[in-house]
Each structure stands twice: as structure tokens, then as C-alpha cells.
């Protein structure tokens, strides 16, 4: 039987907790879960792609240290189009996170778009609604104009916390 692996793509500038509840989550649903952290030249970064990496390897090992039970993660980085990085590994579905209706919307559309053009699945996974409102862009303008980065401690790990702060001095 073919192993199902689920690939969780984005920038993850920073990662947040509510990256980790939907990896989370989907481990209960996959054989493995492969975070593919790509470049996305219509969004302008805060982090460089070597922080982004270790970062998410960092809390994800964290994560599976403090959670054992559930599917491996591997963390990887890559360029160029998501569905071609997911043959790559032999992705049977894109798992992407919904955290509100605006979500929804939106990621329908790039399900759709993923099925017609690379035949690949797309996996929808809520997250815990304490995440509802919790965006990497958020929280990069939150850092980028000055705002006080000990108030992300609920939405971001502790080790990207550390980050921030460091980015911030």
C-alpha cells in the first residue's frame, strides 16, 4: 500500500502556533507530513529563507518531541511551483490550514486550480479557533512597525518569539 503524504506548503514568515495545531492535527490523518517552506516572489519577507527553516525544524522537532503519537514531519525547503515540489515527494494531497470563512474562500479557489492543472488533492484541516485570527502578515507588521512582540506569546512558539525579539533590537 502507497504511503499518503500530505504536503503543508508556505512561507511561514514566521511560523505561529497555529501552523503547528494544523500540522498537528493532520498527523492523525497522514502517513507523513512533508512542511515544504517556499519562496512566494508576491510577498515580501521579513525573515530570510535559512531562518525560516531552522525555525519551523526547530519547533516542529519540539512539537514532536512533546506529541510522539501521529505521523513524522520532515521540514524542506524549495523553489519553484508547490504541485511540482509535491510530485517530488510523492505528495498524495496539498494540506493547507482554514482558520475562518475568508480562508475558505480563497483556498477553494486554489483547490480547484490544483486539481485542474497538476491533478493533486488539496486537504482542508481547521485549526483550533484560538488561532482564527492569527497571520504571519499580522505578526510581521506587529515586528516590522514596532509593536510590543511579547504580546505574540499566544500565537507564536517561544523559539520564534526569542527570534523576534532579536529582529526587533
Do not use: W
Request: proline content about 5%.
Amino acid at each position: 500500500m502507497a504511503e499518503h503524504v500530505a504536503l503543508y506548503a508556505g512561507s511561514f514568515d514566521p511560523p505561529t502556533l497555529g501552523h503547528l495545531d494544523v500540522i498537528n492535527r493532520a498527523r492523525r490523518l497522514f502517513d507523513r507530513i512533508v512542511v515544504g517552506i517556499g519562496e512566494n516572489p508576491d510577498k515580501s519577507h521579513m525573515l530570510p529563507p535559512a531562518d525560516r527553516l531552522s525555525l519551523m525544524q526547530g519547533v516542529v522537532d519540539d512539537l514532536l518531541t512533546q506529541t510522539p503519537a501521529g505521523a513524522p514531519v520532515d521540514v524542506q525547503a524549495y523553489g519553484g511551483l508547490t504541485v511540482d515540489f509535491a510530485r517530488s515527494i510523492g505528495a498524495a494531497a496539498l494540506l493547507r490550514g482554514i482558520r475562518n470563512v475568508t480562508d475558505l474562500a480563497s483556498e477553494c479557489q486554489l483547490a480547484i486550480a490544483n486539481r485542474q492543472v497538476a491533478d493533486i488533492e488539496s486537504v482542508f484541516v481547521i485549526t483550533d479557533e484560538k488561532y482564527g485570527f492569527t497571520s504571519s502578515s499580522l505578526i510581521r507588521q506587529i515586528v516590522e512597525l514596532g509593536g510590543d512582540v511579547e504580546k505574540l506569546a499566544d500565537i507564536v512558539p517561544a523559539a520564534v518569539l526569542q527570534h523576534l525579539r532579536g529582529a526587533q533590537a
